[in-house]
C-alpha cells in the first residue's frame, strides 16, 4: 500500500489533538493547592446548521466543520459547570450543566448571546439554582442531557440532588445509598421548571459488575450512575449512562432501551457499550452521540489522564451505531489512526488501512533525562508515564530504533505541560518541533517541520507526505512554552509493514 499524501485518506486519532484544553476546573479554587493541570470532559456535541459544536466540562466552544479539525471560540457562559447538556428545540438551542450550576440557558446560535432562563432560589439545602419542580419547589440537578422529542417535547435525564434530611414529599430525591437516573419531561414555555413528576429510570445494580465502583469494580457501596445520554433511533429510546467513576480505567457506557421516553427501560444484552481495552484510551465514560456526515453516528467521551489530579481528563471519539439485534454499540476505543467521519462510507477510503503503532517499547535514546524521567517512558503506551529532559535546554530529542524498515504514515505526541502554573503566568502556549526519518540513522529526512508553530495543541496528531521505508525516527523538541520543562507523555509512531 502506497502511504503517499495523495492517496492517504483523512484519518484523526485519540485522544482528539484539539486546541486550547482548558485549565481544570478544581484549579481556580481557592482551597486547591496542587499542580495546576488541564482538563476537558463530559462532551455534549451539537449538529446545527451543517457544523458541529463541542460542549464540554471546563470550557466553551469548539466547532469544526468536519469533526477532524476543530477551533476554540470563547462564549458566555463560559464553563459555568461541569457536564455540560445541550439540545435544539424549534429555533431556540438549549444549554444547561450540573449541580452549582443548575441552570439553563438559550440562544439562537451556539456562539450566543445566551440568556438565562428561570429564576434564583435555593433548595432545601441551601444551594442555589434557577430550576424549580412541579411542586415550584427550587431544585437542582447533575449531568443533565437534554432531550427533545418528535412532538418537540423536551425531556431532561439527569440525577437529582439528594437531601440533608429525608423528605417524604419528594420521593423522586436521591437517597446517600443509591446511583439513579430520572427522567422528567419539562415545560413547553419554560424548560427551567418540571412539567411533572421526575420518574426514575435506572437505578444500580450490584449483581452487574462493571456498574461497580472501583478500579476492579470491586466496591457495591457508593454506586454512581451518571452522565446519561439519550438517542432517539429506529423509532426507539436509547437511554445511555456511565457507571463507577471517572477517576478510574474502568469508567464505561451502558444502555437501556424503551419504546416510551420515560417509562420501561431494560437494560440491553451487549454492555458495557464503551470500556477500556487496556492500552492508552481508559476512563472512557460520560460520552455524547451525533449525527455524522452521510448518516452515521458518533460517540464522543471522556478519557483519563489522572496524573496531577483525578478529574485531569481529555476527550476521544469513535463511531457508534445500531447492530443485526437492534442494541446500540460504540466501536471505541481506538488508540490508532482512524478515518475521518466523513469517509466512512467511502470503500476506497477504507479499503487497506490498517496502521499498526510502530514505536511502542522500541529501542531509544534521548539528549537528556532528569531521574525517573528516562525515554522508554515516552513510548511503553502509558498515558501516567512520561519522558522530561534534564534541563530546560533546546533543543532535546528522542531517537527511535524501529528495529526494521515500516511505512509510515503519521505520528500522536502527548505533551506534559510539567511546569504549567497559571498562578505564575506560565500558561499553554505553542510546542515547536520536528519530526525526522531515516534508514541508517546518519542521513535524516524531515518528514514534519513544527519549528514555526503558532497552534497552541499539547496533544498533536500529524501525518506525512513522505512513505519510507524508514527504520529510525527522531523527534527534536525545539521549544516549549516559556516557563515549562521538556517533556513527553507519550510519541507514538505509526505506520506499516513494507509487505
Known amino acids: 500500500m502506497n502511504l503517499s499524501a495523495t492517496s492517504v485518506p483523512k484519518t484523526y486519532c485519540n485522544p482528539l489533538a484539539l486546541p486550547s484544553y482548558q485549565r481544570g476546573v478544581a484549579c481556580s479554587k481557592g482551597s486547591y493547592s496542587g499542580t495546576d493541570f488541564r482538563e476537558m470532559a463530559d462532551p455534549a456535541v451539537l449538529y446545527f446548521e451543517h457544523r458541529w459544536y463541542l460542549f464540554p466540562s471546563a470550557g466553551m466552544l469548539w466547532h469544526s466543520d468536519d469533526m477532524v479539525d476543530w477551533k476554540f471560540h470563547t462564549i458566555e457562559p463560559f464553563a459555568p459547570g461541569y457536564a455540560p447538556a445541550v439540545a435544539v428545540k424549534g429555533s431556540w438551542i438549549y444549554l444547561s450543566f450540573s449541580w452549582d450550576a443548575s441552570e439553563i440557558w438559550r440562544a439562537r446560535h451556539p456562539f450566543g448571546p445566551w440568556e438565562r432562563l428561570g429564576k434564583q432560589g435555593c433548595d432545601d439545602d441551601g444551594n442555589r439554582t434557577f430550576l424549580r419542580d412541579h411542586n415550584d419547589r427550587p431544585v437542582r440537578w447533575g449531568d443533565p442531557c437534554l432531550f427533545v422529542d418528535d412532538d418537540q417535547s423536551m425531556y431532561c435525564y439527569c440525577n437529582l440532588a439528594r437531601r440533608k434530611r429525608q423528605d417524604e414529599d419528594c420521593p423522586w430525591k436521591l437517597c446517600s445509598d443509591e446511583g439513579a437516573i430520572f427522567g422528567v419531561r ?8 418540571f412539567a411533572e413528576q421526575p420518574v426514575k429510570l ?3 445494580d450490584p449483581d452487574i459488575i462493571w456498574e461497580r465502583r472501583g478500579e476492579f469494580n470491586q466496591s457495591s457501596s457508593h454506586p454512581v450512575i451518571e452522565g446519561a445520554w439519550m ?16 477517576e478510574f480505567r474502568n469508567y464505561a457506557v451502558g444502555c437501556a432501551v424503551s419504546d416510551s421516553p420515560l417509562s420501561n427501560f431494560t437494560r440491553q444484552k451487549h454492555n458495557p457499550i464503551l470500556i477500556h481495552k487496556g492500552g492508552l484510551i481508559n476512563g472512557c465514560g460520560h460520552h455524547s452521540i451525533v449525527e455524522g456526515p452521510g448518516a452515521t453516528l458518533w460517540s464522543f467521551y471522556t478519557t483519563l489522564i489522572g496524573i496531577n489530579h483525578r478529574y485531569e481528563r481529555r476527550i476521544g471519539m469513535d463511531p457508534a451505531g ?7 454499540f460504540i466501536s471505541g476505543p481506538t488508540e490508532t489512526p482512524q478515518i475521518a467521519p466523513g469517509l466512512v462510507n467511502d470503500p476506497e477510503a477504507l479499503n487497506g488501512l490498517n496502521l499498526l503503532p510502530l514505536s511502542v517499547n522500541c529501542l531509544v535514546s534521548a539528549s ?5 524521567r528516562k525515554p522508554e517512558y515516552a513510548i511503553d503506551n502509558s498515558i501516567r508515564t512520561w519522558w522530561r529532559a534534564a534541563d530546560s535546554s533546546n533543543p532535546q530529542w528522542l531517537e527511535l530504533d524501529l528495529e526494521d524498515d515500516f511505512l509510515v ?9 510539567v511546569g504549567l502554573n497559571y498562578k505564575r503566568s506560565i500558561l499553554p502556549a505553542p510546542y515547536c ?13 524531515i518528514l514534519c517541520d513544527k519549528t514555526g508553530n503558532k497552534d497552541e495543541k499539547h496533544i498533536v496528531y500529524d501525518t506525512f507526505p513522505l512513505n519510507g521505508p524508514f527504520r529510525f525516527i527522531r523527534l527534536e523538541i525545539i521549544q516549549a512554552p516559556a516557563g515549562m520543562e521538556i517533556a513527553v507523555i507519550e510519541f507514538t509512531v505509526f505506520g506499516l509493514p513494507q509487505n
Not at 187 to 192: A, I, M, T, V
Not at 435 to 443: M, P
Open 409 to 417: 504514515h503519521s505520528a500522536r505526541i502527548i505533551f506534559g505541560d
Open 368 to 372: 537528556s533525562h532528569s531521574e525517573g
Open 202 to 204: 435506572l437505578t444500580f
Open 186 to 193: 419539562l415545560c413547553d414555555d419554560d424548560p427551567s421548571r
Open 231 to 246: 438517542n432517539k433511533l429506529a423509532g426507539r429510546y436509547y437511554l445511555q449512562y456511565s457507571a463507577n467513576c471517572t
Open 433 to 445: 518541533y520536528r519530526i525526522l526519518a531515516s534508514t541508517d540513522g546518519k542521513k535524516w529526512e
Open 322 to 328: 445500531l447492530d443485526a439485534n437492534g442494541e446500540l
